[in-house]
T-cell receptor
Framework: TAGITQAPTSQILAAGRSMTLRCTQDMRHNAMYWYRQDLGLGLRLIHYSNTAGTTGKGEVPDGYSVSRANTDDFPLTLASAVPSQTSVYFC????????????FGPGTRLTVL | GQNIDQPTEMTATEGAIVQINCTYQTSGFNGLFWYQQHAGEAPTFLSYNVLDGLEEKGRFSSFLSRSKGYSYLLLKELQMKDSASYLCAVRDGDYKLSFGAGTTVTVRA
C-alpha cells in the first residue's frame, strides 16, 4: 500500500503567491495532521483533523488553512506565502485522533523567496 | 506551552550502546513516543510508553518515569544505519503531540 503520499516533493515559490500542498492517505485513518519542521525547532503542529468534516488549529496555524472534505485527503493552503514559511512540511495520519500512533508522509520541501 | 529537551548531538562507535535522554514538562500527559528520522526522510515510529518502565523492541529499548518527566531511548549493538535523528514526542492533555528538536546520532566505524 502507498500509505501517505505528499505532493509536490519540493517547490520554490515567490513571496505573495498561493500554494496548496497535497496529502493523501489510503489507510482509512480518521485523523490527519500537518507539521512543519525547521532546524533546531523540531516538528510543530500547524492544523489537524480528527475526522472528515472537522479541522482544528495547532501550535502555528497563522498563514495556513486546511480542509477535510473526505477521509483520504487533507490539503494545506498558503494563501499568500512569506519567506518565514520556508520549511519542510510533513503530513501525518493516525487511526483515531486521541490514542493512536501517527504515521508520516515523505514531506514537501518548500522555499519561499 | 510544552517543553521537551533532548541533547542536540551524540556520537558513538559501531557495536556500542548509546542512551538518548528526554525530559519534558507538558500540560497533561498521555504517552511518550520515540521516532527515528534519517536525513531527508520522514519520521518513522520506534516506540511508545504510557506507563512507567522499560519497553524493549529488539536492539531498541525505551524507558519512562512519569514522576520525573523523563524518558530515554537505548540503542544497543549500534550499526551504521542507526545514524539518524531521534525525536522524542509527548502527547499532552489535549492528545496533541509535541516534539523535541531531535538528537542527531552519528555512528562511527
Amino acid at each position: 500500500t502507498a500509505g501517505i503520499t505528499q505532493a509536490p516533493t519540493s517547490q520554490i515559490l515567490a513571496a505573495g503567491r498561493s500554494m496548496t500542498l497535497r496529502c493523501t492517505q489510503d489507510m482509512r485513518h480518521n485523523a490527519m495532521y500537518w507539521y512543519r519542521q525547521d532546524l533546531g525547532l523540531g516538528l510543530r503542529l500547524i492544523h489537524y483533523s480528527n475526522t472528515a468534516g472537522t479541522t482544528g488549529k495547532g501550535e502555528v496555524p497563522d498563514g495556513y488553512s486546511v480542509s477535510r472534505a473526505n477521509t483520504d485527503d487533507f490539503p494545506l493552503t498558503l494563501a499568500s506565502a512569506v519567506p518565514s514559511q520556508t520549511s519542510v512540511y510533513f503530513c501525518a495520519s493516525s487511526e483515531a485522533g486521541d490514542t493512536d500512533t501517527q504515521y508520516f508522509g515523505p514531506g514537501t520541501r518548500l522555499t519561499v523567496l | 506551552g510544552q517543553n521537551i529537551d533532548q541533547p542536540t548531538e551524540m556520537t558513538a562507535t559501531e557495536g556500542a550502546i548509546v542512551q538518548i535522554n528526554c525530559t519534558y514538562q507538558t500540560s497533561g500527559f498521555n504517552g511518550l513516543f520515540w521516532y527515528q528520522q534519517h536525513a531527508g526522510e520522514a519520521p518513522t515510529f520506534l516506540s511508545y510508553n504510557v506507563l512507567d518502565g522499560l519497553e524493549e523492541k529488539g536492539r531498541f529499548s525505551s524507558f519512562l518515569s512519569r514522576s520525573k518527566g523523563y524518558s530515554y531511548l537505548l540503542l544497543k549493538e549500534l550499526q551504521m544505519k542507526d545514524s539518524a535523528s531521534y525525536l522524542c514526542a509527548v502527547r499532552d492533555g489535549d492528545y496533541k503531540l509535541s516534539f523535541g528538536a531531535g538528537t542527531t546520532v552519528t555512528v562511527r566505524a
